[in-house]
């Protein structure tokens, strides 16, 4: 499976939403990312169609499917190690989370597991 960043994006953000809310909306997801409507609605129905997430056609609330939540709970994994190793090199709040949601997307497998590692082992001292 090779998804584009914003896919990742998408996916990501009902997680985080889903977090916090017992039912997530596009119109949650449109708010959330600062995006317009119809631009929510297209890659709702992409990943739907795709097999990430499910929408109920009656109440709209989005559920991420097995694949869906693969995704997103591997996207925020990485967000969360990425602004935390960055925190810890004395990176301002803000910029670490800002920086930790583009690097999330290119950083490669060999060199998270790295940085998660070293995170995990002196991350705490």
């Known amino acids: 499976m090779n998804m584009h960043e914003s896919g990742e994006m998408y996916l990501e953000t009902i997680l985080r939403l ?5 039912i997530v909306r596009s119109i949650d ?7 317009s409507k119809p631009s929510i609605s297209r890659a709702m129905k992409n990943l739907r169609e795709d097999g990430y997430i499910e929408i109920d056609p009656i109440t709209g609330h989005i559920t991420l499917l097995k694949k869906g939540k693969s995704v997103a709970d591997k996207i925020y ?13 004395g990176v301002s709040p ?3 989370e800002d ?11 060999e060199t998270f597991n790295a940085l998660k590692k070293h995170i995990e082992k002196y991350g705490n001292d």
């Open 18 to 22: 889903s977090e916090k809310r017992k």
């Open 29 to 35: 997801v449109a708010e959330a990312m600062g995006y």
């Open 77 to 89: 994994e990485r967000h969360k190690v990425l602004s935390q190793c960055l925190e810890l090199l």
């Open 94 to 96: 803000e910029t670490a």
């Open 99 to 109: 920086d930790a949601c583009r690097i999330e997307h290119v950083i490669s497998e």
